[in-house]
């Protein structure tokens, strides 16, 4: 019973933030494809000739581009697996009778308020310092030898770092879509004499599906920008080994003040971003309308 | 027979559910106890877990010696105002969306949300050399505005989701009233929305705090929050952890308290709304 009044104020309500995502999406979008065909290095002043596409093609048979993009792949899906797995499993475990339930979830919760530099830096010095981490202390009482995390498994360690941030958002979600659960049904199922193992596969886990594609979709979003963890622990080092597609594109700005060929891998980045999107959309589309 | 069944079952889990969120909290845990150390027992091999010389040396230390003050100062502004420039930007749009929609507001929606699957790298050169040429780089106001626009897509979402919830027969009948917009906003709109707007706030002002992709690329020593002053300690000549330690328990201390009261909210918020 929308009137034309309502409806006009409506529109009028709306439009600063339209305009204003609008703008924000447009205006870089246009520039950064405009500079991905100048020769233009901030250190070399002059005219900014029309290249073509030489930067993306620079950029492209760069051997750090194919090692980043397998880099970005690593970390998305290292980090997806333990959150998730890791996730369902914590939350089945708090969602049992337990006595403290609430500080339970506290504590697990709380690495997700850490901010990046934060648990970085602290897991690289504080627990990966080969000399005096916790972890090489732990190495030494089994008698092995400490291994230098971030030299020798860099990856992996910053897969690490980012996994236990991503932890508790994973079983925050798969927690709250475990209590919506239905109770009777699980009980159904026992009285019926359905193992643990068999109801968690029929019942518990299909229930859990839209909460774990949001899980998926919405981490995916953020890993595909991890930066920072990077930036302080390793530097995308060493040599190339934890450099993702961000933190290319990121070093050819701003350490090699190249904005062609920034502009051309970020212009890249999108595209894959958008792949990644419109994948994951499809996917995932006919697990939410549900 | 059955309750003891039960009743050990209930303890065996309490332990190891106790044990399992110890031990995630545990990095947490470390570093707040690290910051009373001296930095000698802070690298002690083996380690001391509790019994050390306490100190509150090196909050002092971190205080007075570097501009703490300032980053900290700089965290909260541009948290708290881009998040507040947010709402009032974000709360007409999104109460137009619950109130009157129409057939094109799901596809708005779904518009706003993409603009967040857009990488910031992708938008990292221009940017820089519009703040550059502007004088934008490395102040509050430019790092307020940017934030401002990547999480303007989360506030809308989110309160949508909130004000989706008040039932709309109120305000058909206040309208049939003759309420005008400015008493429906003012007499409905505020006691039915605050606790929806409370919790976008909230959320949004912890995201801001952490974001660590434009505040360590667009600020240097002016207007840098305490996501670049933490990451200054990875030079090596800033190996001292037990500072460290100092520096990150005061940075994350505030947020963590602020999440711990907006965890329900959370999941809705960074969902938005799928899951609640």
Redesign the interface.
């Known amino acids: 019973?929308?009137t034309l009044h309502?409806?006009a104020?409506?529109?009028l309500?709306?439009s600063?933030?339209?305009i204003?995502?609008f703008i924000?999406?447009i205006?870089?979008?246009a520039?950064?494809i405009y500079?991905s065909f100048l020769d233009y290095n901030l250190l070399t002043p002059g005219a900014h000739n029309f290249i073509g596409f030489t930067n993306y093609r620079f950029f492209l048979t760069d051997p750090a581009f194919l090692t980043s993009i397998w880099n970005t792949l690593l970390l998305v899906v290292g980090v997806l697996l333990i959150t998730i797995v890791g996730g369902i499993a914590?939350a089945l475990?708090?969602d049992?009778?337990?006595?403290?339930?609430g500080?339970?979830?506290?504590?697990?919760?709380?690495?997700?308020?850490?901010?990046?530099?934060?648990?970085a830096?602290?897991?690289?010095?504080?627990?990966m310092n080969p000399?005096?981490g916790?972890f090489?202390?732990i190495a030494?009482l089994f008698g092995l030898q400490p291994i230098d995390w971030l030299a020798q498994v860099p990856l992996l360690s910053i897969i690490l770092i980012v996994a236990?941030g991503w932890?508790?958002?994973a079983t925050?979600?798969i927690l709250?879509?475990l209590q919506s659960l239905d109770e009777e049904q699980k009980e159904a199922a026992e009285m019926d004499g359905a193992g643990i193992v068999s109801q968690f596969i029929y019942i518990t886990l299909p229930h859990l599906a839209?909460?774990i594609t949001?899980v998926i979709l919405?981490e995916t979003?953020f890993l595909?920008?991890i930066?920072?963890e990077i930036?302080?622990?390793t530097n995308g080092g060493p040599g190339t080994d934890t450099t993702n597609?961000?933190y290319l594109?990121?070093s050819q700005?701003?350490l090699q003040f190249d904005?062609g060929g920034?502009?051309a891998?970020?212009?890249v980045?999108?595209i894959l971003?958008?792949i990644v999107?419109l994948f994951l959309l499809r996917i995932v589309g006919k697990n939410?309308e549900a | 027979m059955a309750r003891s069944v039960?009743r050990r079952r209930?303890?065996t889990?309490?332990i190891?559910?106790?044990v399992?969120?110890?031990l995630?909290?545990f990095?947490?845990l470390?570093?707040v106890l690290?910051s009373f150390k001296t930095e000698g027992d802070a690298?002690?091999?083996?380690?001391h877990f509790l019994f050390f010389h306490w100190t509150t040396e090196n909050y002092a230390e971190v205080w007075s010696r570097s501009n703490y003050v300032l980053y900290f100062w700089n965290s909260v502004v541009i948290s708290i105002g881009s998040t507040i420039i947010g709402l009032i930007?974000?709360i007409?749009?999104a109460?137009?969306?619950a109130?009157?929609p129409?057939k094109r507001t799901k596809d708005?929606l779904m518009w706003?949300l993409?603009?967040?699957?857009?990488?910031?790298?992708?938008?990292?050169?221009?940017?820089?050399?519009?703040f550059k040429n502007t004088g934008l780089l490395d102040t509050r106001t430019g790092l307020v505005i940017i934030m401002t626009?990547i999480n303007?897509?989360i506030i809308?979402w989110m309160l949508f989701t909130y004000f989706k919830e008040i039932p709309n027969d109120i305000l058909?009948a206040a309208?049939m009233d003759g309420a005008t917009?400015g008493k429906e906003l003012l007499y409905i709109l505020t006691p039915m929305a605050i606790p929806g707007i409370a919790s976008t706030l909230l959320l949004n002002i912890?995201l801001a705090?952490?974001e660590?992709?434009w505040t360590?690329?667009l600020t240097a020593s002016n207007a840098g929050p305490?996501?670049?002053f933490?990451?200054s300690?990875?030079a090596p000549e800033g190996?001292f952890?037990a500072k460290?330690?100092a520096a990150?328990t005061m940075?994350?201390a505030p947020?963590?308290i602020?999440?711990?009261f907006s965890?329900k909210q959370?999941?809705r918020g960074?969902?938005f709304g799928?899951?609640?």
């Open positions: 019973m929308a309502t409806r104020s409506a529109r309500m709306m600063p933030a339209v204003v995502l924000w999406m205006v870089p979008l520039l950064t500079y914590l475990l708090i049992q009778p337990i006595y403290g339930q500080i339970v979830r506290i504590l697990v919760i709380a690495p997700f308020f850490v901010m990046p530099t934060v648990s830096l602290v897991w690289k010095n504080m627990f000399v005096n916790l090489a202390w030494h236990w932890l508790p958002f925050l979600i709250t879509a839209r909460a949001v919405i979003i595909l920008s930066f920072a930036l302080v622990t597609l961000t594109v990121y700005a701003l904005v920034a502009s891998g970020g212009i980045a999108i971003a958008n999107a939410l | 039960t209930k303890i889990f309490t190891i559910a106790w399992v969120a110890l995630i909290f990095p947490i470390w570093t690290t690298v002690a091999v083996p380690p930007i974000a007409p749009a109460w137009a969306m109130f009157s129409t708005v706003m993409s603009t967040k699957m857009m990488p910031a790298v992708g938008v990292l050169v221009p940017i820089y050399l519009i626009l303007l897509p809308v058909e309208r917009l912890i705090w952490n660590a992709f360590l690329n305490l996501t670049a933490i990451a300690f990875s190996l952890y460290l330690s990150s940075a994350i947020i963590l602020m999440g711990w965890q959370l999941v960074l969902t799928a899951v609640k």
